[in-house]
């Protein structure tokens, strides 16, 4: 029986090519061939945040891992330590902000995200799967890519984890949820101030409630990171 073998270059090889990135290079499992994603809790988890949200987490002086965009829902991937899910409720209380309504989702053990496009030698900025169509309905995008490397050897050590300063050169987590969650509920506030802006801020007073006051920089000195 003959088989047909993907035309070079054509969609199936550019898959391909992506698996290899990420499996060989980055050693982190995949599952799926078209679209191609990446299964968390193995290598990463990831903290996931509204566009806007996670745009002003970037802006801040705040150290990441990786970072992703899944241009179709407008949300941004943070790549954190493999594990953080199971700790974010808690670390949530102990930043302060359990009690507080947050569009803040993390994705460790049996999730998944979209693979973005791959990043590196033989790939250009925006890799082999389109480059300059980062628009694709479902297209993810790195906006800070993985380094590649030793299979996990050069990604893991960027990933944030807990602990104030982080572990060894790794970044601290608390660091970046407490960025999040304060740039998420911000973001929440200014959206619902637009949606009001013609009429009574009847919700105001819990604008600036002591959770709202911490987004500030406002927090106790004793629980300021």
């Known amino acids: ?46 903290l996931d945040l ?10 801040r002086p705040v ?7 899944d241009v179709r829902t407008r949300r941004v991937w943070f790549l954190v ?27 460790g053990q049996g999730g998944r995200i979209a693979a973005p496009v791959p990043v590196g030698p033989g790939h250009g900025r925006l890799g082999a799967l389109g480059p300059g169509k980062p628009d694709k309905p479902g297209r993810a995008v790195w906006v800070r890519p993985p380094a590649p490397g030793s299979p ?23 660091r970046l949820v407490g960025a999040a969650a304060t740039e998420v509920h911000r973001a929440r506030l200014l959206r619902a101030r637009r949606a009001r802006s ?8 819990l604008a600036f409630s002591y959770a709202s006051r911490m987004s500030a920089g406002t927090r106790p000195r004793s629980l300021t990171l």
């Not at 899910?85 to 309504?101: F, H």
Request: proline share 12%; hydrophobic share 40%.
């Open 1 to 46: 029986m003959t088989v047909a073998l993907p035309r070079p270059g054509g969609p199936a090889d550019q898959w391909c090519q992506a698996r290899r990135w990420y499996e060989h290079e980055l050693g982190w499992p995949t599952s799926g061939a078209a679209p191609l994603e990446l299964l968390t809790g193995f290598r990463f988890d990831v």
């Open 50 to 59: 509204p566009l806007d949200a996670g745009s002003a987490v970037l802006g």
């Open 63 to 69: 150290r990441t891992g990786p970072v992703a965009l």
């Open 81 to 107: 330590a493999a594990g953080s899910a199971d700790e974010l409720p808690e670390l949530l209380d102990w930043l302060e902000w359990g009690a507080v309504p947050l569009d803040l989702a993390v994705l």
């Open 152 to 174: 996990g050897g050069g990604v893991e050590p960027s990933l944030p984890v807990t602990g104030l300063g982080g572990e060894g050169d790794a970044p601290d987590l608390a």
């Open 198 to 205: 013609q009429g009574p801020a009847e919700d105001q007073p």
